[in-house]
């Protein structure tokens, strides 16, 4: 049995080893950049789950196309989220 990970930053750390691909951080940040627009754009016009369909996508297909495993999303819902929202503004902010 794996041991759960137990502090978001034990969680970041593994994270970021879960996304050395470029192509797969880009990948992420398009779709975290699409869940934003389709979350802002919801509250008015479309359901929520268009932006979370779009952002699992894109992402899910860094995972299983470029960095050959199965996304952390699966165990940690929660801190991936907030993992992927910190590394999208780690991309736009040039520390990718």
Known sequence: M?????TFQEF??????EHRHRISR???????????????AGLV????RTGVAWAYG???T???????HRPATV?????SLVADLRLFARTFGGRS
């Open 2 to 6: 794996v041991k759960r990970i137990a």
């Open 62 to 68: 860094g995972h299983l196309g470029f960095e050959r």
């Open 45 to 48: 016009f479309l359901p929520g």
């Open 75 to 79: 165990r940690y819902p929660f801190w």
């Open 58 to 60: 894109w992402a899910w």
């Open 26 to 40: 880009g990948l992420h940040a398009v779709g975290t950049a699409g869940f934003l627009i389709a979350l802002g």
């Open 12 to 17: 970041w750390t593994f994270y970021l080893g």
